[in-house]
């Protein structure tokens, strides 16, 4: 019954290494997001996709790639971790964005890279 | 761009009391959320409100969206009301892009 979900909930791995997170929901949106939060708590959207499509790209370094093989699944591929890319990543979705609509957010995904 | 800023950063409150969480932000809004991180990290929605003001159990929310802020009221704490409160406003017209303020981090003691 989970409405947006994400797998793993804890990744710890080594410098270097690449790694992928999943987020699936099954609230029929059509919008989906990925957001990062800092150490300080601060969150920041990364990515977003409507309908597979990508349509907000921020200033994420391009390590980080996103893929959308639906409209009910985003995930995220991180290569060559760094320090700094340890952070707390949630996926979010809404319906679409032709309107404003409120963001439903998943339990988010502890990344630690040592 | 837009800026958030919420206010007090920090608010200590022994259990049963009332507080108010403020968030300013800097230009127009047509919509505004205010979430609850729990202490095991869990985003929760609260409310979804562009004006006006809603009510759930003891906690209500109010936007003022022409002065440009948003009141969060808790009733009557209670220690699983401890967390950081977060506003978020979406961008005009970026694809409902969420800029978060820093949050209020709440602490209530029994």
């Known amino acids: 019954d989970t409405a947006v979900s994400q797998t793993p909930k804890y990744l710890v791995t080594q410098m270097g290494n690449d790694k992928s997170i999943k987020c699936e929901q099954n609230l029929g949106h059509d919008t989906m997001y990925w957001y990062k939060q800092d150490s300080k708590k601060f969150l920041k959207i990364m990515f977003s996709y409507n309908n597979k499509e990508l349509i907000i790209n921020e200033t994420v370094p391009n390590r980080f790639s996103p893929k959308s093989p639906d409209k009910a699944h985003l995930n995220l591929h991180i290569n060559s971790l760094e320090l700094g890319d340890s952070a707390v990543y949630f996926c979010a979705s809404s319906r679409p964005t032709s309107g404003l609509y409120e963001q439903y957010f998943g339990p988010g995904t502890r990344l630690t890279v040592t | 761009g837009i800026q958030v800023e919420q206010s007090p950063p920090d608010l200590i409150l022994q259990e049963g009391a009332n507080s108010t969480l403020r968030c300013n932000f800097s230009?127009?809004?047509?919509?505004l959320q205010w979430f609850h991180q729990n202490p095991w990290g869990q985003l929760i929605n609260l409310f979804y409100i562009p004006s006006g003001t809603k009510q759930n159990g003891r906690l209500s929310a109010t936007t003022v969206a022409t002065e440009r802020y948003s009141l969060l009221y808790i009733s009557s704490s209670q220690t699983t009301d401890s967390g950081v409160y977060f506003c978020?406003?979406?961008?005009?017209?970026?694809?409902?892009?969420?800029?978060f303020g820093a949050g209020t981090r709440l602490a209530v003691h029994p």
């Open positions: 978020a406003v979406p961008i005009s017209g970026g694809y409902n892009k969420l800029i």
């Open positions: 230009d127009s809004v047509n919509n």
